[in-house]
């Protein structure tokens, strides 16, 4: 079986070799695209030589990506007004359909039919596997998206027969294994084409913090990087994803040929990587299908509606809200994605500071409430809310104790300590305990003793779910340990 496939993948290799001397794509000679050893039909590219930094490894003209201008769809595209993401899925579900009539038929036969991404999974399956993980809602959401997308706008346009294909190559599945090719490899082109498909470029693995070769144009300047640790070099085209590109490669005349260039050393027999950004296994699972073991990148977020839950049970649901509403109008708010509020639970196990306050808001006695209230208004400057001063000021208005030293204080974990009193460190742990019940019966332990005992080639979809339930349950028990940690210590200290 595996033997066939790697023949298969080899005979498919070969295609794709003359199509790219026949489009004008120049692969180096150093580079070698091979087939992957897993037998599972994918691709990677080594090192036939030593590479270093600087060195011109391909270059890949405009005209030879698959975009929405350049497909045979783009008269109907445009006549249907589509953009963005939508576009560029017509266009390539429209040259998947034409088969060996397509100029990209090569290529497309070389690129999987659809990632493994969660957004392809069988419902029932996803809706198991990432129970209570970053993911649960997200990919819920996703395909209520793309099927309310696919009813708008893909569907008239087959019965419009301004393509003239087979309605089944349109069909509601195709059109989310094409997504879900758009999640994982479209690139940012230019203003002109927009994302599209750049054959070659997307051959290239991903290792975070490993990056070897960089996708970019002859134009681009040397501040187009993007400015939130996102990388040009693999661009999500799903206006849906929680991760967002914020920088587009010049454009430029069809004759300005992209490039990728070496920016780190590679040797001999390498695999050559590139990068999709500095992101977590929750990010990484849903746009590209994979995880990484010990991802420092990692987050798990606990949600504002989780915290007022706990607050309003353990107080009442007026008591929650007025504590809530005082910790806004204060200035403060958490991470916000798709109308929801949440904060973040780094990979170390640290909180987000504005947690902190608002729990320490909530563990308030009502008389320092009440004097909080009062002067909220005075503690909001005209100024950007600087979250160092801003806690200082409601820990000198709430405190019963003197805090001579306060002032001096610059560091944002010294400022955290102020906050993290008996209460608010009990509000973690129980916080902890009821995101943790969303992953549900299974311990953590259980989780891991799974994960060792899975096939990453065999069982893909649940080894990459339990590595995500894993990374995020090894951060929720770092943040209960440090908050029982950090209590004993103020025990201590007012002994």
């Known amino acids: 079986m595996e033997a066939s496939a790697s023949t298969s993948t080899a005979r498919r290799l070969r295609a794709f070799r003359r199509w790219m001397r026949d489009h004008g794509v120049v692969c180096s000679n150093a580079l070698?695209?091979?087939?992957?050893?897993?037998?599972?039909?994918?691709?990677?590219?080594?090192?036939?030589?030593?590479?270093?930094?600087?060195?011109?490894?391909?270059?890949?003209?405009?005209?030879?990506?698959?975009?929405?201008?350049?497909?045979?769809?783009?008269?109907?595209?445009?006549?249907?007004?589509?953009?963005?993401?939508?576009?560029?899925?017509?266009?390539?579900?429209?040259?998947?359909?034409?088969?060996a009539e397509s100029p990209w038929d090569a290529y497309l036969r070389l690129i999987p039919e659809?990632?493994?991404?969660?957004?392809?999974?069988?419902?029932?399956?996803?809706e198991r596997l990432l129970a209570g993980t970053e993911l649960d809602k997200i990919v819920k959401q996703d395909r209520q998206f793309i099927c309310e997308d696919w009813k708008e706008c893909i569907e008239p346009l087959i019965l419009s027969g301004e393509l003239e294909v087979d309605p089944d190559d349109f069909s509601?599945?195709?059109?989310?294994?094409?997504?879900?090719?758009?999640?994982?490899?479209?690139?940012?082109?230019?203003?002109?084409?927009?994302?599209?498909?750049?054959?070659?470029?997307?051959?290239?693995?991903?290792?975070?913090?490993?990056?070897?070769?960089?996708?970019?144009?002859?134009?681009?300047?040397?501040?187009?990087?993007?400015?939130?640790?996102?990388?040009?070099?693999?661009?999500?085209a799903d206006e849906q994803s929680t991760i967002e590109n914020s920088a587009d490669i010049p454009s430029g005349d069809d004759?300005?040929?992209?490039?990728m260039i070496v920016v780190r050393d590679v040797n001999e027999g390498e695999e050559v990587f590139n990068t999709y950004g500095t992101m977590g296994n929750a990010a990484l699972l849903h746009r590209y299908g994979f995880t990484e073991m010990d991802n420092s990148y990692d987050i798990v977020n606990i949600d504002l509606a989780l915290v007022t839950k706990w607050c309003s049970?353990?107080?009442?649901?007026?008591?929650?809200?007025?504590?809530?509403?005082?910790?806004?109008?204060?200035?403060?708010?958490?991470c916000?994605?798709?109308?929801?509020?949440?904060?973040?639970?780094?990979?170390?196990?640290?909180?987000?500071?504005?947690?902190?306050?608002?729990?320490?808001?909530?563990?308030?006695?009502?008389?320092?409430?009440?004097?909080?209230?009062?002067?909220?208004?005075?503690?909001?400057?005209?100024?950007?809310?600087d979250s160092i001063s801003s806690v200082l000021k409601v820990v000198r208005v709430t405190s019963s104790n003197q805090h001579p030293d306060i002032s001096g204080l610059e560091k944002l974990p010294d400022v955290k300590k102020l906050l993290l009193n008996e209460s608010v460190c009990s509000a973690l742990v129980s916080l902890?305990?009821?995101?943790?019940?969303?992953?549900?019966?299974?311990?953590?332990?259980?989780?891991?003793?799974?994960?060792?005992?899975?096939?990453?080639?065999?069982?893909?979809n649940l080894y990459h779910s339990l590595v995500l339930r894993v990374s995020?349950?090894?951060?929720?028990?770092?943040?209960?340990k440090h908050a029982s940690s950090w209590s004993k210590t103020k025990k201590r200290k007012q002994l």
């Not at 004759?255 to 490039?259: F, M």
Request: glycine share 8%; net charge negative; with cysteine.
């Open 114 to 126: 659809r990632e493994p991404v969660p957004l392809v999974w069988p419902a029932d399956e996803a």
């Open 255 to 259: 004759d300005e040929d992209l490039e």
């Open 336 to 385: 916000t994605s798709q109308d929801a509020d949440y904060f973040e639970i780094s990979y170390d196990g640290e909180p987000q500071l504005e947690l902190l306050i608002l729990l320490y808001i909530i563990s308030l006695k009502s008389d320092a409430y009440d004097k909080l209230a009062s002067v909220a208004h005075d503690l909001i400057g005209d100024d950007e809310v």
């Open 32 to 99: 070698r695209l091979d087939a992957a050893e897993d037998g599972g039909g994918g691709v990677y590219v080594r090192a036939l030589a030593a590479l270093r930094e600087g060195d011109l490894v391909a270059t890949i003209p405009r005209g030879a990506c698959l975009t929405p201008r350049t497909s045979g769809a783009a008269e109907a595209i445009e006549a249907a007004e589509l953009g963005g993401p939508l576009a560029l899925a017509v266009a390539v579900m429209y040259e998947r359909a034409r088969g």
């Open 472 to 480: 995020e349950r090894t951060i929720l028990h770092k943040l209960k």
């Open 432 to 460: 902890v305990d009821m995101r943790e019940s969303l992953y549900g019966s299974n311990t953590l332990e259980d989780d891991r003793q799974k994960l060792q005992a899975c096939s990453s080639v065999n069982e893909r």
């Open 172 to 236: 509601l599945e195709n059109y989310f294994s094409a997504k879900s090719l758009l999640s994982s490899r479209s690139f940012r082109i230019d203003s002109y084409h927009g994302s599209g498909m750049v054959p070659l470029a997307d051959l290239f693995n991903h290792k975070t913090g490993g990056e070897h070769v960089h996708f970019t144009s002859v134009l681009e300047a040397s501040d187009s990087d993007s400015e939130d640790g996102e990388d040009p070099n693999n661009a999500s």
């Open 313 to 334: 049970s353990k107080y009442s649901r007026r008591y929650a809200r007025a504590r809530v509403s005082l910790w806004h109008n204060l200035g403060y708010s958490g």
